[in-house]
């Protein structure tokens, strides 16, 4: 142990003891004990960032809670940090007002991109800030052989990650029937973690019976993809932990509030895995999930430990998720449990936030071109043409994704061909000229474009369910391998829009009449931006109010929900880069067939 390391732990004590005064004093307020649930009134005294006592104590400073309830501070347990569409540094400003004091990012989605040095990426520009963030190392980078990605981490790849001690494990195998049938390099994977002693997380939706035995003797001790109580028992039952999630784009807490009971909830913790701007700002981050859960009748007491002391044990992140004797002083202060509205925010012992006011200095991450050129540049694809999203084949029936309002899952949709509409677009560009057009009994095009290594790729199929009547959308945020996805009613705007992308090194757009009606860049990988969340949002609202006039429906979020119709790995429908895949069979399938 260093010297400065024995100082500060003799001044802890000194502190604890009372012998010495501590740093902070916070009085007169209640806090929640983690350990058994209940509310105590008494002081909690802090010195050099820990806990040193809970009593009467006095501090060089002190601080009147008035009564106010003193909890640990949140930890969201799973993440896509770069889903956000902003940089870590607007991130941590984002959620710190939310009483977020850490969270385990899985940055799968720019080492989709970037590889290896996405990966670096990201640890260093995480690296000062004043929430703790944590990492899952990517496991499937492609996410299935059908993919085609901007880069490939075998297990060799991986393993020299692990020397970061933020660094926590492999993140979700989302490949579960490849996990299950011994896949050679995930079981290489696999043994890289446990030779590093480090978790193994699960993605594993409906796995059961003797698979699910299998996937969890293979060493995965965790699922957040449970859809039903029912599903979250049966892997709970058999040792895993289970990620309650409530994001953005999939929404699992209303299925899994019997979770939330004394006889599961020690094995439970909260997640959110996606999560934009918009829903931060106005509803919330780890605290959404608590305050929604208590509506439905749950314990506050529960549901506080399930966002702090479960993950933060799962995790192994010792001294943390709770107040107590000699751990960090992560808190947040509220005025009660029911409505859980964050008033104050403490990390390591100091206020950061105050009535939703940062209060610190919240460092900005250098762009650096010259070490991360694939982060910063990273389309390499040539300019799309409308004859680029003519579908090749003939045939009597179409197979058509059916999007799911609320749901990853997809259904496939079986109807007569009729193709001649789309031919006709693409030789003259002719649109509708106002919403609500029948288009085909609401079927669209929709279309994935290989961006990262110049393939000329181009995968084209149907869906419906999206919505939308005239006009395209496009995006480079397209799960998990990132390429540039768009989907519409004709092939002219189809270009357009995903030209717009390409132009901004990434981000969303719209068009219109062969015109671009609105975008928004997201340079970084062409995921993120580094602009503040309020920007970011003010921006999406503009562009989900023009895809709602364009068609797309209330209960389908236009973005988020192009970004799954490329997800390979979820099923039952999607498009790549190399056209429709069957998910549950991992087959490439005829858009058009007899």
Same mark, same amino acid.
């Given at each position: 142990?260093?010297?400065?390391?024995?100082?500060?732990?003799?001044?802890?004590?000194?502190?604890?003891?009372?012998?010495?005064?501590?740093?902070?004093?916070?009085?007169?307020?209640?806090?929640?004990?983690?350990?058994?649930?209940?509310?105590?009134?008494?002081?909690?005294?802090?010195?050099?960032?820990?806990?040193?006592?809970?009593?009467?104590?006095?501090?060089?400073?002190?601080?009147?809670?008035?009564?106010?309830?003193?909890?640990?501070?949140?930890?969201?347990?799973?993440?896509?940090?770069?889903? $956000?569409?902003?940089?870590?540094?607007?991130?941590?400003?984002?959620?710190?007002?939310?009483?977020?004091?850490?969270?385990?990012?899985?940055?799968?989605?720019?080492?989709?991109?970037?590889?290896?040095?996405?990966? $670096?990426?990201?640890?260093?520009?995480?690296?000062?800030?004043?929430?703790?963030?944590?990492?899952?190392?990517? $496991?499937?980078?492609?996410?299935?052989?059908?993919?085609?990605?901007?880069?490939?981490?075998?297990?060799?790849?991986?393993?020299?990650?692990?020397?970061?001690?933020?660094?926590?494990?492999?993140?979700?195998?989302?490949?579960?029937?490849?996990?299950?049938?011994?896949?050679?390099?995930?079981?290489?994977?696999?043994?890289?973690?446990?030779?590093?002693?480090?978790?193994?997380?699960?993605?594993?939706?409906?796995?059961?019976?003797?698979?699910?035995?299998?996937?969890?003797?293979?060493?995965?001790? $965790?699922?957040?993809?449970?859809?039903?109580?029912?599903?979250?028992?049966?892997?709970?039952?058999?040792?895993?932990?289970?990620?309650?999630?409530?994001?953005?784009?999939?929404?699992?807490?209303?299925?899994?509030?019997?979770?939330?009971?004394?006889?599961?909830?020690?094995?439970?913790?909260?997640?959110?895995?996606?999560?934009?701007?918009?829903?931060?700002?106005?509803?919330?981050?780890?605290?959404?999930?608590?305050?929604?859960?208590?509506?439905?009748?749950?314990?506050?007491?529960?549901?506080?430990?399930?966002?702090?002391?479960?993950?933060?044990?799962? %995790?192994?992140?010792?001294?943390?998720?709770?107040?107590?004797?000699?751990?960090?002083?992560?808190?947040?202060?509220?005025?009660?449990?029911?409505?859980?509205?964050?008033?104050?925010?403490?990390?390591?012992?100091?206020?950061?936030?105050?009535?939703?006011?940062?209060?610190?200095?919240?460092?900005?991450?250098?762009?650096?071109?010259?070490?991360?050129?694939?982060?910063?540049?990273?389309?390499?694809?040539?300019?799309?043409?409308?004859?680029?999203?003519?579908?090749?084949?003939?045939?009597?029936?179409?197979?058509?994704?059916?999007?799911?309002?609320?749901?990853?899952?997809?259904?496939?949709?079986?109807?007569?061909?009729?193709?001649?509409?789309?031919?006709?677009?693409?030789?003259?560009?002719?649109?509708?000229?106002?919403?609500?057009?029948?288009?085909?009994?609401?079927?669209?095009?929709?279309?994935?474009?290989?961006?990262?290594?110049?393939?000329?790729?181009?995968?084209?199929?149907?869906?419906?369910?999206?919505?939308?009547?005239?006009?395209?959308?496009?995006?480079?945020?397209?799960?998990?391998?990132?390429?540039?996805?768009?989907?519409?009613?004709?092939?002219?705007?189809?270009?357009?829009?995903?030209?717009?992308?390409?132009?901004?090194?990434?981000?969303?757009?719209?068009?219109?009449?062969?015109?671009?009606?609105?975008?928004?860049?997201?340079?970084?990988?062409?995921?993120?931006?580094?602009?503040?969340?309020?920007?970011?949002?003010?921006?999406?609202?503009?562009?989900?109010?023009?895809?709602?006039?364009?068609?797309?429906?209330?209960?389908?979020?236009?973005?988020?929900?192009?970004? %799954?119709?490329?997800?390979?790995?979820?099923?039952?429908?999607?498009?790549?880069?190399?056209?429709?895949?069957?998910?549950?069979?991992?087959?490439?399938?005829?858009?058009?067939?007899?």
């Amino acid at each position: 142990m260093s010297l400065e390391k024995s100082d500060e732990l003799k001044e802890l004590i000194a502190a604890a003891r009372g012998t010495e005064k501590a740093d902070l004093v916070l009085k007169n307020g209640k806090f929640l004990n983690i350990f058994t649930g209940e509310l105590e009134e008494k002081d909690v005294a802090i010195r050099n960032g820990y806990i040193a006592g809970i009593g009467s104590y006095e501090g060089n400073e002190e601080i009147d809670l008035e009564g106010k309830i003193l909890c640990p501070g949140l930890i969201d347990g799973h993440i896509h940090l770069e889903s $956000s569409m902003l940089s870590p540094t607007e991130f941590a400003k984002a959620v710190l007002p939310h009483g977020t004091t850490a969270l385990v990012t899985d940055p799968h989605e720019i080492a989709n991109v970037a590889g290896a040095e996405g990966l $670096s990426y990201m640890l260093e520009s995480t690296e000062e800030l004043p929430i703790e963030i944590f990492f899952m190392l990517p $496991s499937c980078v492609p996410a299935t052989p059908l993919d085609e990605a901007g880069a490939e981490l075998n297990a060799a790849s991986l393993n020299s990650f692990y020397a970061n001690q933020r660094v926590l494990g492999l993140a979700e195998l989302m490949n579960s029937y490849g996990t299950v049938c011994c896949d050679t390099e995930i079981i290489s994977k696999i043994l890289g973690a446990q030779d590093h002693d480090r978790l193994i997380d699960g993605h594993a939706p409906g796995l059961t019976g003797q698979s699910l035995n299998a996937y969890i003797a293979a060493g995965v001790e $965790s699922d957040h993809e449970c859809s039903t109580a029912e599903e979250a028992i049966e892997k709970l039952k058999r040792g895993q932990w289970i990620m309650i999630r409530e994001g953005t784009a999939a929404k699992n807490l209303k299925a899994l509030l019997p979770l939330f009971d004394d006889e599961y909830c020690n094995r439970c913790m909260l997640v959110t895995d996606d999560k934009h701007p918009g829903e931060l700002i106005r509803h919330g981050h780890i605290d959404h999930i608590i305050r929604e859960a208590v509506k439905a009748g749950k314990k506050p007491a529960n549901a506080i430990k399930m966002a702090s002391f479960n993950t933060a044990t799962y %995790f192994g992140l010792k001294k943390r998720g709770a107040i107590a004797p000699g751990y960090r002083a992560d808190l947040i202060v509220v005025s009660n449990l029911e409505e859980f509205q964050i008033e104050k925010v403490f990390k390591k012992g100091i206020l950061a936030v105050d009535n939703g006011e940062i209060c610190i200095e919240v460092p900005t991450f250098e762009k650096k071109e010259e070490k991360y050129p694939r982060v910063h540049h990273s389309f390499h694809c040539p300019e799309l043409k409308a004859s680029d999203f003519v579908m090749e084949g003939k045939g009597s029936k179409k197979r058509v994704i059916e999007v799911l309002p609320g749901e990853l899952l997809t259904r496939e949709v079986i109807v007569p061909a009729n193709l001649e509409r789309w031919k006709e677009q693409a030789d003259n560009g002719h649109l509708p000229s106002a919403p609500g057009v029948e288009l085909d009994k609401d079927i669209i095009k929709v279309a994935v474009i290989e961006r990262h290594k110049q393939t000329g790729h181009v995968g084209v199929g149907f869906a419906t369910g999206y919505g939308i009547q005239y006009g395209a959308i496009a995006s480079s945020v397209a799960h998990d391998s990132h390429n540039l996805i768009v989907a519409g009613t004709n092939d002219t705007d189809m270009a357009v829009a995903a030209n717009a992308v390409r132009e901004n090194e990434g981000g969303l757009a719209i068009a219109v009449d062969g015109k671009v009606l609105s975008s928004l860049a997201l340079p970084i990988g062409g995921l993120m931006c580094n602009r503040e969340a309020s920007y970011v949002e003010d921006k999406l609202e503009e562009m989900k109010s023009q895809a709602r006039l364009l068609g797309v429906p209330e209960g389908i979020d236009p973005f988020m929900t192009l970004a %799954f119709v490329a997800l390979p790995v979820i099923p039952k429908l999607r498009v790549s880069t190399r056209g429709l895949v069957d998910v549950d069979t991992q087959t490439i399938v005829p858009a058009v067939f007899d």
